[in-house]
């Protein structure tokens, strides 16, 4: 199938080329002819004239159906998206004072999340007087990340972001 980007794309009569070569319905090639003949062709056929190649020389017109192109070529897109794996980011959420039976349960939530194949966005959030400690912070992630060496892999190590230390970790299967 051809494709046909929607910048370049001239119809019928909007095509004012001199000359083009043409292809018909069937794939077969008409030859050479002026824009007037090429329209009167598919008009005859009750089909619509179609620029596939501005580019060439002579531009390449094709004799088909548009609308039934334009749905079909809708249909496949449409298929191609419904096919696509959507890789979804969890976010787990840990505080400087977080108990050993917390920061347990948040890891088990996040070896779920890592078997099942999320992405994790592990978010420690520095309150008041904890940004003078920032380094206590950095710490519980480091050690997060130590807890989950096994199922994962740490895209991006914990940094200080404003108020926020952040640190990105993907599945170990899917970066094999």
Sequence with gaps: ??????????????????????????????????????????????????????????????????????YEQAKREKENRKNQKQVEMKEIRLSVTIDVGDFNTKVNQARKFLASGHKLKVSLRLKGRMMAHSELGIENMKRFAAELEEEAVVDKASKLDGRQILMFLSPKSSNK
């Design 1 to 70: 199938m051809f494709f046909i980007s929607k910048e370049t794309r001239q119809i019928n009569k909007e095509i004012r080329d001199k000359e083009l070569r043409v292809i018909s319905a069937d794939g077969e090639q008409l030859g050479i002819m002026s824009a007037s003949q090429a329209l009167k062709i598919a008009e005859e056929n009750n089909l619509d004239l179609v620029k596939i190649a501005p580019q060439a020389k002579p531009p390449v017109c094709k004799i088909m159906d548009y609308s039934k192109f334009r």
